[in-house]
C-alpha cells in the first residue's frame, strides 16, 4: 500500500478483521440485566426468553356479532328457507356467559363474548332476521367453529412469544400486555464515556478565540451512542497532553463499560492517544490503522477487559467509525441485531472513485428521476466537512474489492433522510 | 362494494381521500415551538431555519503536517532536487499563530493549526526531508491553497446550515454544535392521549377473571406515539357506557393535542363511540368505514378544532389504523417528513389475496435465498391476532387497484425487523 494512501501507517487492516480481532481479544460480553416495567420497555433487548402463562384468548369468544348456534342446526339454511331457532338468552363482553344453547337454540352473542355452553360456532347478524323477540331465523348455514376466536388460537398458554436478543417494538410490547406482563427482564445498557482531545477545541457556548474550533465529534457520538439504546457519558475535551489524557483515560474507564476516544488517534508526533492507551494495561491497542476510508486512523483497543476505540479527528471520518466498528460493538455487548436500515437502489450519475483495498464510504446526492433513483457524488467531499455529511441524502460504500463505481452503475445507497 | 366487505358500512372511504378530507378539515395545523439545548435537541424538529454566525473553519488551517509555504518557492522541486527553506518558526493548534512565512521561508506545521501570514500552501511531511534544524527540503511542488481547509469552506459565516423542519440527526446536531449554537428553537410535540373502550379489558397486571382481556392496542399506540417523538398520554380504559364514554373523551379533549379512541368504532350497536363523538361538537365524525383491510371500522373525527381518530379494537387493525392515519397526521403537526422505512424487494412464493377497491395490508416472512429476498403471507392472518404483528418480518402493501398478488411477483416489502 502507498505511503500516501496508508497515511504513514505500515499497513492497513481489513475493517472485517479487525473487528474480528477486537471481538476475539474482547471474548463474550457480560450482560447484565435489569427488570423494568413492561410499558417502560420500547427499545429496550430482552435478557430471556418470554413465555406465556395464559391462552390468549382465554377463552373462546365470538368473532362477529350474532348469534352463538350449534352449527348443525343451520345446516340446509337460507334465505328462503331459514332455520328458526329459540333465543335463550344472550352472551355480553366482558364477563361468564350464562346463557346455555343446545340444539334448537341461539345466544344473542357480541363481538369478543365468551362462547356459551352448547354452541360451537356464531351465525353473523347480517345473515339472520329476528322477526319476534323469542326467535330467530338463520339464512345461512355455519360449520362448527365458524366466527369463533378459539381460546389459544393467538397465543398459547406456555409457549415462547418473544425470544431473548429482541429489540422490543410496539407490538412485541403489546404481546407482552396482551399476556399480561407486568415486569420484563432486559439488558442493561453499557455506559459509554466519550473523550474529545485537542488543544483547539472548545466546548458548544465557549467564547471563539483564535485558533480555537468548537468541538463536533463529541456530540455526534453521544447522539449516535443515544440513537443505539446505550448510555452516553459525556468525559469532555482534555488537551494534547500525556498525563491529562492518562488520567481522563482512567478516569473514564473507572466510569464506563465502553471509551471512545476522539482525535490525536493518526501516527504524528502530536497523536499521543493510541501509546497513551497501550501505557494503562494490556493489549492496549490491538488494530491501528484501517482500511477504510475515510477513516485510516482509526484504533481498538482492549485495556482491562474494556473496549476502547480511538476514532479520527475529522468529523466525517469520525462518523464513518462510528458506524463501522462501535455500532456493531454496541450491538453485540446488547446481544442484539443492527436494526434493518433503510436502503435503496439508485444510477449513478457520475463516477464515484475509490482505492481498491479500501473500503470506501462516499457521500451522495439522491433524487427521483420518473420510477427510478439516480445518485451522485456530493462535491465537497473531505473528511474534515461536517456539512457535507448534513447535506448528504446517503451513503454509498464501495467494497474493497472494487475500484470506483463507475456512471451508469447501479447501487445499494443507504439512506440519510426521505427523498422527495 | 358487498355487505361482507363493507362490514355493515354503506360506503368506504379510500384511504387518499379520507386523509385529504380529514386534513382539509383540520386546516393547518399551529405549531407551538420551544427553545431546548442543542446537545438535548437529537430526533427534535426544527421549528424555523438556523443560520450560522461564524465561519467553519473560522481561520485557514493545515489540512496535513508539514510545512506551511509560498507555494511558488517550490514549483520545481522533486527527491533529486530539493527546495531548502529557511525554518522560520512553528504553528501550534489551538492558539494564533505567531511565526510568519515569506520567499524562502517555512513554518513548521501541524494538522488543525493555523495557516501562518505570508504562506499559502503546506507541503506535507511525507514529501520534506529535515537534514538540520535550521532548514527543510522540500521533494514535491505544492499550489497555493494544496493542503489548506479555507475558512468558511465547510459552512459560510450567514449561510442556512439547517431547514426548518428538519428532524435532528447526529450529525446535525454534530454541525449546531460546531457553529456553536447552545439552543435551538424545536416543534414542541403534541400531546396525543390514547382512550381504550370496552367492558372487557382489564390492565396489566389485574386479575384475569372470566370474559376478561388485557387491553393491548392503548400500550402499542401508546409505544407507536413515543416512536414518532410525540408525547403520549395513557387515558386509561373507559367501559362501553356513553356516559362514561363521553366524560373521558372530554377530560381526554381537554388535556391533549390529538385523541385516539380505541375499540366500538364498529357499526353494531354497541359500537357507540362514533356517536358519542358526534355528540361533542361539529364537524365531529367526518370519515367513517374506510377502504382498507384490515381497519376498515376507521373512523376520522374534527371536535372543536381537535383531531380525534377512532382505531378499529382488533389490535393488527389497529396498527395498521395508525399506520396509515396517525402517523401522516403527527408528523403533520411536527411539519415534518415521515423518515424513511426500511424496504426489500422480495419474490412471493405463495399467492397473497386482496380486494380490489382495498388497500391490503398482508403479514409476510421473508428470507434470504441466495442473492435475493422472497416472501410468503404468514397463515394465521386474523386482524385479532397480535402474535402474527410479532412473527411478521414485513409487511406488504397491496394497492387498491390490484387484486391480488401472484406467486412469482416481485413486491416492495416494509421489514419490521432485520432479515437474517
Redesign the interface.
Known amino acids: 500500500m502507498s ?2 494512501r496508508g497515511k ?1 501507517f505500515k499497513e492497513l487492516i481489513r475493517v472485517d478483521t479487525a473487528l474480528q480481532r477486537f471481538f476475539q481479544t474482547l471474548g463474550e460480553p457480560s450482560r447484565p440485566t435489569e427488570q423494568v416495567p ?2 417502560d420497555a ?1 427499545g429496550r433487548i430482552l435478557a430471556s426468553d418470554v413465555k406465556s402463562s ?1 391462552d ?4 373462546d369468544r365470538a ?1 362477529m ?1 350474532g348469534y352463538a348456534v350449534t352449527a348443525e342446526d343451520t345446516f340446509g339454511s337460507s334465505s328462503t328457507n331459514p332455520i328458526i331457532l329459540d333465543i335463550a338468552g344472550r352472551a ?6 350464562k346463557a346455555r344453547g343446545g340444539r334448537g337454540k341461539a345466544v344473542t352473542i ?5 362462547i356459551p355452553p352448547d354452541t360451537d360456532a356464531v351465525a353473523m ?2 345473515y339472520t332476521r329476528r322477526p319476534k323477540e323469542s326467535t330467530v331465523e338463520v339464512m345461512k348455514p355455519v360449520a362448527p367453529g365458524d366466527n369463533v ?1 378459539k381460546k389459544g ?3 398459547q398458554k406456555d409457549s415462547t ?2 425470544r431473548k436478543g429482541t ?1 422490543l ?14 415486569t420484563v427482564k432486559v439488558v442493561r445498557p453499557p455506559i459509554v464515556g466519550v473523550l474529545s482531545t ?4 472548545i466546548q ?3 467564547n ?1 478565540e ?15 451512542i ?2 443505539i439504546g446505550c448510555t452516553p457519558m459525556d468525559l469532555g475535551i482534555c ?2 497532553d500525556r498525563q491529562a489524557i492518562t488520567s481522563a483515560l482512567k478516569d473514564g474507564l473507572s466510569k464506563t463499560d465502553v471509551l471512545i476516544v476522539s482525535a490525536g488517534t493518526s501516527v ?3 497523536d499521543i492517544v493510541p501509546s497513551t492507551v497501550n501505557s494503562l494495561g494490556s493489549p492496549g491497542v490491538i488494530v491501528h490503522g484501517v482500511a477504510i476510508r475515510p477513516a485510516v486512523p482509526t484504533g481498538l483497543a482492549v485495556v482491562n477487559g474494556k473496549p476502547i476505540v480511538l476514532l479520527p ?1 475529522f ?1 466525517v471520518a469520525a ?1 464513518v467509525a462510528f458506524d463501522t466498528f462501535v455500532k456493531p460493538l454496541l450491538n453485540r455487548i446488547l446481544g442484539s ?8 437502489k439508485a444510477r449513478m450519475l457520475r463516477r464515484a472513485p475509490s482505492h481498491g483495498g479500501l473500503r470506501t464510504f462516499v457521500r451522495v446526492k439522491v433524487s427521483r428521476e420518473g420510477e427510478e433513483y439516480v445518485a451522485e457524488p456530493l462535491r ?1 467531499s ?1 473528511a ?4 457535507s ?2 447535506k448528504a441524502d446517503g451513503l454509498l460504500i464501495i467494497p474493497e474489492e472494487k475500484e470506483g463505481v463507475e456512471a451508469g452503475e447501479v447501487v445499494e445507497i443507504t ?5 422527495k
Open positions: 505511503e500516501a504513514g413492561t410499558l420500547l395464559i390468549i384468548p382465554p377463552f368473532a356479532d355480553d363482553i366482558g364477563r361468564e356467559t357480541v363481538t369478543g363474548a365468551p347478524l347480517e376466536s388460537e393467538d397465543v412469544i418473544l429489540l417494538r410496539p407490538q412485541d410490547i403489546g404481546i407482552l400486555a396482551g399476556i399480561g406482563c407486568t485537542g488543544d483547539e477545541l458548544i457556548g465557549d471563539l483564535p485558533g480555537k474550533i468548537h468541538d463536533i465529534n463529541r456530540p455526534v457520538a453521544l447522539s449516535l443515544r440513537e488537551r494534547d504524528g508526533e502530536r479527528g468529523p462518523m441485531e443492527a436494526t434493518p436500515v433503510p436502503r435503496v465537497t473531505g474534515g466537512i461536517i456539512s455529511m448534513v439512506l440519510l433522510r426521505p427523498i
